[in-house]
């Protein structure tokens, strides 16, 4: 299918709607991890937390990732992409509400926890639902949507995280006749940072009410004529056939089993979707989403400037993931992953000796960490929600990606638990220089293993893991 088949009217409104309606799961999803950047040094402070305890309140979000993902791809692909993301949306609101009004730190981790199950629904779902919806050419910039999301919801919650602070700070008798209001606005504004999530959740929830169901969910459970008619409206009759003949040729010659991604071939699909993973929490890019305002304080730059040079790494990461969705079917997947990486490996090790060396100072660490933050956002940001839900068969597409980002959601759970204690035990520089070594590595990993699956159909790309004998297919 080429780019010109919905590249006007009414067919290319109803596609990128669709797909912008599904890539709010990732504005959630950026939102939730990241609006605890600004205030787990207050939580830290409220409830005389340990550093361990520190560790435990960032990663408990992320304990109910994993196990969001691991049910995301079951209940997808037994009740349907759309009704399982309203279930996310749901979780999304709970989590913001009950986080703002906890008590206690013991009633605070269950609130984040939700909201983590949320999040990894919507992390296996969101992605999955605009590649099945995407037609070949143009499916690398809608699956990009979704990265452009995620960095959309981290912008939201540093600006939000910051102007909150700034107003807590500059008006301490504001809504001193009403003490909730005072409490939640102004005495304990950490409060406010996460009630504000329960705005983008009631959006993503009415919109998804109104987008369809993915078009080849519908075909695989065999509600054909519904699956068609949305397939028609998305490329025109023509098109539509041509899909829909390889939608069902691809399902009759598979069983749906998980275990067949053990088969050779499939196996390396199974290896590079999870090393997609791993590798990209691994960058260390959560670690400054999550604590990006304490590193900036250890190089001696105060809360409330950190909170806006967050802001601005912020700025950063979604121009380049902007420009990113130009290039990635333009340029391919590769290129984009191999350059930025290496790119990755020099900036973490120049982050490191900034702390190593005594002449260090702030400004020239915020610029080291743009150049890192551009670089992740234009490579491995954008590469790995678009590469991951294509490389699966179908009929294993919803289970095979729980597998895929239920390995992401538990480095991520690992990274951030250790890394408050790792960097007061061995310093900030070798927290740096950790992440630069494992870069490297996953660079060379990329190379070898990651296919080019720019401008092949989902079906095109499974004959890819069919050939994988001859190992020089998969570049």
Request: aromatic content about 14%.
């Given at each position: 299918?080429?780019?010109?088949?919905?590249?006007s009217g009414k067919n290319i409104r109803y596609l990128v709607l669709s797909c912008l309606v599904a890539s709010l799961g990732g504005l959630l999803f950026g939102f939730d991890t990241a609006v605890i950047s600004g205030n787990v040094g207050m939580i830290e402070k409220y409830f005389s937390l340990s550093k361990l305890e520190v560790g435990w309140f960032t990663s408990s979000a992320l304990i109910g990732c994993i196990f969001g993902a691991l049910i995301a791809g079951t209940l997808g692909d037994k009740y349907g992409r759309r009704p399982v993301l309203l279930l996310s949306a749901f979780l999304f609101f709970i989590s913001a509400l009950f986080s703002a009004i906890s008590p206690s730190f013991a009633l605070l981790i269950p609130a984040r926890?939700?909201?983590?199950?949320?999040?990894?629904?919507?992390?296996?779902?969101?992605?999955?639902?605009?590649?099945?919806f995407s037609p070949p050419g143009i499916r690398g910039r809608l699956v990009a949507l979704y990265q452009l999301s995620i960095v959309t919801g981290i912008l939201f919650a540093y600006f939000s995280n910051w102007f909150l602070l700034e107003y807590a700070q500059g008006n301490p008798e504001a809504f001193a006749n009403n003490g909730l209001m005072h409490t939640v606005f102004i005495a304990d504004v950490w409060r406010a940072m996460f009630g504000v999530e329960m705005i983008p959740a009631a959006v993503f929830f009415g919109l998804l009410l109104v987008v369809p169901e993915s078009p080849r969910w519908l075909i695989q459970k065999g509600f054909s004529e519904r699956g068609i008619y949305i397939l028609k409206r998305i490329s025109g009759g023509k098109a539509s056939r041509s899909e829909l003949e390889n939608i069902l040729e691809s399902l009759s010659e598979k069983k749906g089993k998980l275990k067949d991604l053990l088969r050779p071939g499939l196996f390396t699909a199974l290896l590079v979707g999870v090393g997609l993973s791993v590798f990209g929490q691994l960058t260390g890019i959560n670690i400054i989403i999550y604590y990006g305002p304490n590193v900036l304080e250890d190089a001696g730059i105060q809360l409330g400037s950190a909170l806006q040079y967050q802001v601005v790494l912020g700025v950063i990461n979604l121009i380049f993931t902007i420009l990113a969705l130009f290039f990635i079917d333009r340029v391919g997947r590769r290129p984009l992953l191999l350059g930025g990486m290496s790119v990755l490996v020099l900036a973490l090790l120049a982050a490191g000796l900034l702390?190593?060396?005594?002449?260090?100072?702030?400004?020239?660490?915020?610029?080291?960490?743009?150049?890192?933050?551009?670089?992740?956002?234009?490579?491995?940001?954008?590469v790995i929600w678009v590469l991951t839900p294509e490389i699966f068969p179908n009929e294993v597409r919803g289970r095979a990606m729980s597998v895929a980002?239920?390995?992401?959601?538990?480095?991520?759970?690992?990274?951030?638990?250790?890394?408050?204690?790792?960097?007061?035990?061995?310093?900030?520089?070798?927290?740096f220089f950790t992440f630069a070594a494992i870069c490297f590595i996953a660079t060379l990993f990329f190379w070898r293993f990651v296919p080019e699956t720019k401008g092949k159909s989902l079906e095109e790309i499974e004959q890819i893991w069919g050939r994988v004998s001859d190992k020089r297919s998969l570049v």
């Open positions: 299918m080429s780019n010109t088949t919905v590249a926890i939700i909201g983590g199950i949320g999040v990894g629904i919507a992390s296996v779902l969101s992605p999955m639902y605009i590649s099945e702390f190593v060396s005594e002449s260090s100072n702030g400004i020239l660490l915020v610029i080291v960490l743009g150049v890192y933050i551009a670089c992740f956002a234009f490579s491995i940001g954008a980002v239920f390995s992401n959601w538990l480095t991520n759970a690992g990274a951030a638990y250790l890394f408050p204690w790792y960097v007061a035990n061995f310093g900030m520089h070798t927290g």
